[in-house]
């Protein structure tokens, strides 16, 4: 019959529609709880932001009351030599501040370490000069073959020849090691005829000679930073440029690395070398450049950055180890019959007491006034060998090399606040 409805038919299409509206009403939550989640995650970052931010101005206001950086102030012969300038050098990725205002000179001949934890901004200071990021502000100079400073982002021609390493190096896996070469050396336009003599003669001195025709896919980590080491120096550069060079290869290639370092600088290259190996850096360079937070909390010589520490231990090594029972009456004597010469003005960040025995090391450390030095170390010296000689005998006394003395101001510096911060989900170096 025309016009009639099956029993139920409305019902299905009124069901239908309330499936529909529900689905549609589920639809619309999902998507406003995820924008509510999103939205709080990201209020909870610009927490964490805000809170790193804040633990990186109280420890440079912690800081500043030790260390005041040195190297931004130059005399007028500085000036002549200055190979690279940073000026109130800022770089922010989106709305976080991976460099601060960073500003210091590197002279020519120097060899400038940069040290400071994972994420204080260091491959980023280094990017910022291969011009693969550009600074968000301050200036960059580089010296031209007339020994005038130039701005690196406006005037890039004529300025020496930079080389880099920058950080893991990546090559075409099918390539050889001489293909990849003979390609960076036309690249930076070293002569033609030369090219070949010039990859020999590298290839040599980093035992990589046998390896001159391999594709680079059968090479090891340690061959890896090897072939970008030569990379960055195959076109003769007056300034080279390293981040972490030392990366993935055995001590004695280290030993060679640092070694072509020297070599380098005695032929008047300028070396920045960026390592968190604080004491094999410690051999090679000139001034280290302290970085946290991305800001330089200090910049000196080694020799001026301990007399900032203000303090200086002594290490005591013996024959035969001291036993528990004689050790507090020993240390008691020591203490007495030493309290001249001993630091009144100990840093407790470095010792509690002026001198502590380490068991496992058969050794005193002994903290003592650096005010002469020498003469001290001396009576030091000739008290421990003549009054002490019934309580224990010493086999050598020397101080501590300048690379653990580093690390020392490393931990003062940076290292108090405990925590290595990671910039990015990926991490900034």
Request: some cysteine; proline content about 3%.
């Amino acid at each position: 019959m025309m016009g009639h409805v099956k029993p139920g038919g409305g019902f299905r299409g009124e069901n239908f529609l309330l499936i529909f509206l529900i689905i549609v009403i589920i639809i619309i939550v999902i998507i406003i709880v995820y924008f509510v989640i999103k939205k709080r995650k990201k209020k909870k970052g610009r927490e964490k932001l805000r809170e790193h931010a804040y633990k990186g101005i109280k420890s440079r206001e912690d800081i500043k009351s030790i260390y005041t950086p040195t190297g931004t102030s130059t005399s007028e012969n500085e000036e002549n030599d200055t190979m690279i300038k940073l000026e109130n050098l800022t770089k922010y990725f989106g709305k976080y501040l991976a460099v601060d205002n960073v500003s210091f000179e590197v002279h020519s001949g120097e060899v400038i370490g940069l040290v400071g934890p994972n994420g204080a901004g260091k491959t980023t200071i280094i990017k910022m000069i291969a011009k693969l990021l550009r600074p968000s502000s301050g200036r960059i100079w580089v010296r031209d073959n007339q020994g005038e400073l130039k701005d690196l982002n406006k005037k890039s021609r004529n300025l020496v020849k930079l080389g880099f390493l920058i950080d893991i190096p990546a090559f075409y896996k099918d390539m050889t090691a001489y293909q990849i070469l003979k390609y960076s050396a036309l690249l930076q336009r070293y002569p033609r005829e030369k090219i070949n003599d010039r990859i020999d003669e590298l290839l040599k001195i980093f035992d990589l000679i046998d390896w001159k025709h391999e594709k680079v896919k059968t090479f090891s980590k340690g061959m890896t930073q090897k072939l970008g080491m030569i990379q960055s120096i195959i076109h003769d550069p007056e300034i080279i440029i390293l981040d972490e060079p030392q990366t993935g290869l055995d001590p004695l290639a280290r030993i060679d690395i640092r070694r072509m370092i020297k070599e380098f600088q005695r032929n008047g290259k300028t070396i920045f070398v960026a390592s968190h190996m604080l004491a094999e850096i410690s051999e090679v360079c000139d001034k280290i450049a302290l970085i946290n937070f991305g800001v330089i909390i200090a910049f000196d010589t080694i020799d001026n950055l301990e007399r900032g520490l203000r303090t200086s231990g002594l290490n005591c090594k013996l024959l035969d180890p001291i036993s528990p029972d004689q050790l507090g009456s020993i240390i008691k004597k020591l203490t007495e019959r030493l309290e001249p010469y001993l630091d009144k003005d100990l840093d407790l960040f470095v010792s509690k007491i002026p001198i502590k025995y380490i068991p496992q090391e058969r050794s005193f450390k002994i903290f003592y006034d650096t005010t002469d030095s020498k003469q001290t170390r001396a009576e030091i010296l000739k008290i421990l060998v003549k009054e002490f000689e019934s309580d224990f005998t010493v086999v050598s006394f020397s101080k501590p090399k300048k690379g653990s003395q580093l690390e020392q101001i490393y931990s003062k510096l940076i290292a108090e606040d405990k925590v290595e911060i990671e910039l990015t989900k990926g991490g900034v170096n």
